[in-house]
């Protein structure tokens, strides 16, 4: 099976460069072939492939800036998409399969329709039983009697007022009626942005370099687009260290797959000793990626604008699950709310219910777009310095996916194996099995620099800085 163009200004690849501010001309480096699927309703193959050549078109773009000028040849294969994007439910250590979701973590039905729990993490879980009057040993069944008996927008205001994470499934035209949902019409997939002068123009480190060798990136991320985002950073030569929150917990699993290349370490930073080795960190960072709920760090010093003013020359980026605008701006989230919330999720369900993508879908699109703004930055940064902005939203992903992006024809192939995909390696956590990056250009590298360790396990600094 060959490669072949097919990046008309209509097909997702174009308008998800266009969005980046990318040449169009440079859509001629970018070559597909096709060979797995993500078998829905919604384009979500289109979705996964687009996002996965941008970011590799991206990358490829900054190698020739930062090199002999000639940019590579992109290769985007289906099968290495289609693994990639399943790569949080393929991962194994020693043989074991991740958990992925809790039980209360699901769709129930209520009185009047639908709503989507999450409740991985364990706070999460206290606080939905804590707003469902429930004790904290509540399983499924008590949780399904209370939870039938009230309207679907009351569980979700009562959840979410607790701390919580619920919403209720709606469909695309109720969604579209919502103030979030008309809030978050009409913007752009992701914006690049330019938020100050100051700062130096990044210097070449010759062509048989990684694109990203040399940088620093902070990685203030979570589960799951803010970690793919990164752990992509260290696949192109980024020093990538994960800073965490002692008091959050984090899934070991999550981190087993997404913390592929990076180094991870836990700080506090109400304390004034982690406090002081976070800034030490961050006055040699070159790129910061934040994860968090908006205004949740900025506290600390971290809004854009901060970072700009303390640190001239930084690229940051940040992600939310709502957006950035409207009503629900302040709201956590996570991939299966928003896709509950925006209409996929009725999209893609039957008779008897809601349903789900294949993959979190939009977990890893935005990934993978989060790491091509970041990588666009830096080449903006190569050409003519200054503080750069990156920003997207799971919600922004959600409406290209049910709006302008067009489904192609089924391009499965009945040879499609994930293990041809798939790699193991002794780590720090035992065997582990992960995914291949689905990202690369002509050259480029073809797997992480190091495994996936222990995660919160690393020392806080920057190998090799001076004090």
């Not at 600390?300 to 003013?309: D, I």
């Not at 993508?357 to 939009?362: H, K, N, R, S, V």
């Not at 190091?450 to 020392?459: K, L, N, Q, V």
Request: glycine share 10%.
């Amino acid at each position: 099976m060959t490669y072949s163009s097919s990046d008309s200004p209509a097909s997702g690849t174009a308008q998800a460069w266009a969005a980046l501010g990318g040449d169009p001309a440079l859509l001629d480096r970018v070559a597909h072939r096709g060979g797995g699927s993500l078998p829905a309703r919604l384009p979500v193959m289109e979705l996964a492939r687009a996002t996965v050549a941008v970011c590799s078109l991206a990358a490829a773009e900054l190698t020739a800036r930062r090199g002999d000028g000639v940019v590579p040849a992109v290769r985007v294969d289906d099968g290495a998409v289609t693994t990639a994007f399943r790569s949080d439910r393929l991962v194994r250590v020693d043989g074991v399969a991740p958990t992925t979701f809790a039980p209360l973590s699901r769709f129930w039905r209520t009185a009047d329709g639908w709503v989507r729990t999450h409740a991985n993490y364990p706070h999460h879980r206290a606080r939905l039983l804590n707003a469902l009057s429930l004790p904290p040993d509540a399983g499924v069944e008590a949780a399904a009697e209370t939870i039938g008996a009230c309207r679907a927008l009351d569980v979700e205001e009562n959840v979410y007022a607790a701390g919580g994470l619920a919403v209720a499934v709606r469909d695309r035209d109720t969604w579209a009626r919502h103030p979030q949902g008309a809030a978050a019409a009409g913007r752009p997939l992701l914006s690049v942005e330019r938020l100050g002068d100051d700062g130096p123009a990044r210097t070449a480190h010759g062509p048989a370099s990684p694109p990203c060798a040399g940088l620093r990136v902070l990685d203030l991320t979570r589960v799951l687009a803010g970690p793919i985002a990164t752990r992509t950073l260290a696949l192109l030569g980024a020093d990538v260290l994960r800073v965490d929150a002692p008091h959050l917990p984090e899934s070991q699993d999550v981190h087993s797959d997404t913390g592929s290349g990076k180094r991870s370490t836990l700080l506090d930073l109400t304390t004034a000793g982690d406090r002081k080795t976070f800034e030490e960190l961050l006055a040699l960072a070159d790129v910061v990626v934040t994860g968090y709920r908006p205004g949740a760090l900025d506290r600390f010093g971290l809004s854009p604008e901060a970072l700009a003013e303390r640190r001239p020359g930084l690229v940051v980026a940040r992600l939310s699950a709502w957006g950035r605008y409207g009503p629900w701006a302040a709201r956590r989230g996570f991939d299966s709310l928003v896709q509950a919330a925006t209409g996929i999720a009725v999209t893609e369900g039957e008779d008897d219910g809601p349903g789900a993508l294949p993959t979190q879908a939009l977990d890893h699109g935005t990934g993978y777009l989060l790491a091509a703004g970041v990588l666009r930055a830096l080449t903006g940064q190569h050409d003519a310095g200054g503080t750069r902005l990156v920003e997207t939203a799971l919600t922004q992903t959600a409406s290209w996916l049910t709006g302008s992006l067009v489904k192609q024809p089924d391009t499965r192939s009945p040879a499609y194996d994930a293990e041809r995909w798939l790699t193991e390696c002794d780590s720090p956590v035992g065997r582990l099995r992960h995914a291949l990056p689905a990202v690369g250009y002509e050259g480029g590298p073809a797997d992480w620099a190091r495994p996936a360790g222990m995660w919160g396990t690393d020392t806080p600094s920057w190998p090799g800085a001076t004090a």
